[in-house]
């Protein structure tokens, strides 16, 4: 917040008033919560961890863990 406007700039700013998703709190998994090319680098961070699995997931039994522990540095299942 700056201090001699007395409020934070998306309450202030009237051209925001249009601009919904720089409101804090704007949901980003929405269709215009975030810029397209955000949104396509965040849903291929997610798919790669998916796709990638874990300790959790059953990644150990899929030879994601090496000889006598996890690569994340747990216990073997």
Do not use: Y
Request: proline content about 3%; aromatic content about 4%.
């Amino acid at each position: 917040m700056h201090h001699k406007r007395k409020r934070p700039r998306n309450v202030r700013a009237g051209c925001k008033a249009c601009k919904p998703w720089k409101v804090n709190g704007f949901c980003t998994e929405r269709l215009d919560g975030e810029k397209f090319a955000d949104h396509r680098r965040r849903a291929a961070a997610a798919r790669a961890l998916r796709e990638e699995g874990g300790c959790e997931e059953g990644g150990c039994e899929e030879g994601g863990c090496e000889e006598g522990g996890c690569e994340e540095g747990g216990a073997r299942s």
